[in-house]
């Protein structure tokens, strides 16, 4: 369990697998890897919290689904797809959709 604050979204992000210091190091690239895992949208879609504009709105919308009690912490983690993960983030970053890995 995680305690609230403004660095809740990025540990939580850290726990489930999508973000670390190695080849997922940006925020933003994990929220976005994070809320495209097809059980992940679904359940934000169905609890009106699908993120849809800045990378803050993001960032503050999924802290208040991590905190809320309608998705009882039920999450799809990154650890058994890594290598798939990988594989996307290599696609989208030759593509110039992500930049490469580095600070936050």
Same mark, same amino acid.
């Not at 097809?38 to 802290?63: E, T, V």
């Given at each position: !369990?995680?305690?609230?604050?403004?660095? %809740?979204?990025?540990?939580?992000?850290?726990?489930?697998?999508? %973000?670390?210091?190695? %080849? $997922?190091?940006? @925020?933003? @690239?994990? !929220?976005?890897?994070?809320?495209?895992?097809?059980? $992940?949208? /679904?359940?934000?879609?169905?609890?009106? !919290?699908?993120? /849809? +504009?800045?990378?803050?709105?993001?960032?503050?919308? %999924?802290?208040?689904?991590?905190?809320? +009690?309608?998705?009882?912490?039920?999450?799809?983690? !990154?650890?058994?797809?890594? $290598?798939?993960?990988?594989?996307?983030? +290599?696609?989208?970053?030759?593509?110039?959709?992500?930049? @490469?890995?580095?600070?936050?």
């Amino acid at each position: !369990m995680l305690e609230d604050s403004s660095e %809740l979204t990025a540990q939580a992000l850290t726990r489930l697998g999508y %973000l670390d210091e190695d %080849l $997922n190091a940006v @925020e933003a @690239e994990a !929220m976005f890897s994070f809320v495209n895992v097809r059980c $992940n949208k /679904h359940r934000l879609r169905k609890g009106g !919290m699908l993120p /849809h +504009h800045s990378i803050r709105d993001a960032s503050s919308q %999924l802290r208040s689904a991590f905190l809320s +009690h309608s998705f009882q912490g039920q999450w799809q983690n !990154m650890t058994g797809d890594s $290598n798939l993960l990988k594989s996307l983030q +290599h696609v989208l970053k030759g593509a110039g959709v992500l930049s @490469e890995a580095g600070g936050r």
